[in-house]
């Protein structure tokens, strides 16, 4: 289909939604807690420092490379629409799914996040969508079941 004759709004395939609170607020949060913990180790006198041992010292890295693959796994959440598929990456796991498999996208008011209903009757969540984004969750919303309908021929 021509780019000229597609309606107003209409998204280009392929096309990726993120969420973007919870990736500003892991980043802030994130950068913040670092910061803070590098300041109150700075301000620790040698003596200090050095009651430290070899395991406490291993158990907050443990720690913060934990809440670090935490806030990587809700980063790197997306839906991507592609013109063969739609793919959706919620923390580790990538699924994908042929236009055919989806019948709706969902968001009601209260979700965390999206919900795509399957043709097998299953439902998957999308946490590419957080419904904590607001207005642009639910513009995401509109424009994913807009190109489920373009794709699957509008059932």
């Not at 609170?21 to 913990?37: E, F, H, Q, S, Y």
């Not at 907050?60 to 796994?73: I, R, T």
């Not at 996040?113 to 998957?124: I, Q, R």
């Amino acid at each position: 289909m021509p780019a000229g004759s597609e309606s107003p709004g209409a998204v280009a395939l392929p096309h990726t939604w993120r969420p973007f609170g919870v990736r500003l607020a892991g980043a802030v949060l994130g950068g913040g807690l670092v910061v803070v913990c590098a300041l109150a180790w700075i301000g620790f006198d040698e003596e200090t420092q050095a009651k430290f041992t070899a395991f406490e010292r291993g158990t907050l890295a443990f720690f913060g490379l934990l809440a670090f693959a935490l806030w990587f796994a809700l980063v790197r959440s997306r839906v991507v629409a592609e013109q063969q598929r739609l793919v959706v990456v919620n923390g580790y796991r990538r699924r994908e799914f042929e236009w055919p498999q989806v019948v709706a996208v969902r968001l009601p008011p209260g979700a965390p996040w999206v919900t795509l209903d399957l043709a097998d009757g299953t439902t998957v969540a999308a946490m590419g969508i957080q419904g904590s984004d607001g207005d642009r969750a639910r513009s995401a919303v509109r424009e994913l079941r807009a190109v489920v309908e373009r794709q699957t021929g509008a059932r």
